[in-house]
Nanobody, 124 residues
Framework: QVRLVESGGGSVQAGASLRISCVAS????????MGWFRQTPGNEREFVAA????????NYANSVKGRFTISRDNAKNALYLQMNNLKPEDTALYYC?????????????????WGQGTQVTVSS
């Protein structure tokens, strides 16, 4: 079993930057993809970004493209999300997810492991 722990969330003003992190309890499978999703109360969890094992491929939701950057450090079993120019609509609980496969898309069912989430709140 893989445990994912997110950190780095907080409350910021609109326009600010924040980097959230996720650390896995052990080395993940080779070729596995990882991603970030977010959820607000009363809404379904939505895709934010995903990255392939070797960081050669990444995908983003249109709403964050150009503002967010996903990255990973496999030596540290870590995943990051750099969020710039934050907007109030980015306020959500952000989840880290890992897949057993190389799939690095937006389909949540492809991800096998999930963290508990870290809260990001952006005020106007």
């Amino acid at each position: 079993q893989v445990r994912l722990v997110e950190s780095g969330g907080g409350s910021v003003q609109a326009g600010a930057s924040l980097r959230i992190s996720c650390v896995a309890s052990r080395r993940l499978f080779s070729n596995n993809a990882m991603g970030w999703f977010r959820q607000t109360p009363g809404n379904e969890r939505e895709f934010v970004a995903a990255i392939s094992w070797n960081s050669g491929s990444s995908n983003y939701a249109n709403s964050v493209k150009g503002r967010f950057t996903i990255s990973r450090d496999n030596a540290k079993n870590a995943l990051y999300l750099q969020m710039n120019n934050l907007k109030p609509e980015d306020t959500a609980l952000y989840y880290c997810a890992a897949a057993r496969s190389s799939y690095s898309g937006s389909d949540q069912s492809a991800y096998n492991y999930w963290g508990q989430g870290t809260q990001v709140t952006v005020s106007s």
